[in-house]
């Protein structure tokens, strides 16, 4: 789960909800970009005006996630945002998931498509999952797979754009999914650096 350590509120929000689990699971910490001197930031003076520091923090954040993923070497991992909440009614929870997933992967978007993404596209339906073209825009939660997280660190270590734009344009040449019946949503009431 990646949180910024110093917003308590939303780290013990996505705490209450994943701890119940009993799941493995690490906090990995967000970036405050912020605080960052400019020139200290992977990123061009052009992405620099842009994109929101915001995102561009995010994008740092989520680079952590993944270089836990091929340190562990982990074959996949569940990436979720701190201000996630559950979706009623799935067909799975977390708990059940590995036993439904396809038999391979890069890319499982777990949230709901709210249509902001207007070239996001189901392929094909397989079962509980629909294999899709693009990605619903927002990463508060997805499945990654080891090769797709390597891919990343090794190729796009530099934020060129936002987190959830990288993965809509790699998922052109990658098996990538989503749930029939997404699993997370945004819990509302929680600001965020890059949407107060």
């Known amino acids: 789960m990646i949180s910024l350590p110093d917003d308590h509120r939303r780290r013990q929000s996505g705490l209450s909800k994943i701890q119940p689990l009993n799941l493995p699971f690490e906090v990995v910490d967000g970036v405050e970009a912020t605080k960052w001197r400019l020139d200290q930031l992977p990123v061009s003076a052009q992405t620099l005006r842009e994109m929101r520091i915001g995102e561009i923090g995010c994008y740092l954040a989520h680079l952590r996630a993944l ?3 091929v340190d562990y070497r ?9 201000d996630f909440c559950f ?14 997933l396809p038999r391979q992967f890069d890319y499982i978007h777990l949230q709901r498509n ?3 993404n207007s070239k ?8 509980p999952f629909n294999r899709v073209c693009e990605t619903p825009l927002g990463t508060v939660g997805y499945l990654i797979s080891y090769h797709l997280a390597k891919e990343i660190l090794q190729k796009h270590s530099q ?21 029939v019946k997404p699993l997370v ?10 949407n107060p």
């Not at 982990?74 to 701190?82: F, T």
């Not at 949503?185 to 890059?194: F, H, M, N, P």
């Open 74 to 82: 982990l074959p996949w991992a569940c990436v979720l945002e701190d």
């Open 87 to 100: 979706e009623p009614d799935p067909d799975f929870g977390l708990v059940e998931i590995e036993n439904s």
């Open 120 to 127: 996001f596209a189901v392929v094909e339906n397989q079962g």
């Open 159 to 179: 934020c060129k754009e936002p987190i959830d734009h990288l993965y809509a344009k790699l998922s052109h040449r990658g098996l990538f999914y989503a749930p």
């Open 185 to 194: 949503g945004v819990q509302l009431g929680l600001d965020s650096a890059i």
């Open 114 to 116: 709210i249509g902001q």
């Open 67 to 69: 270089r836990r993923v």
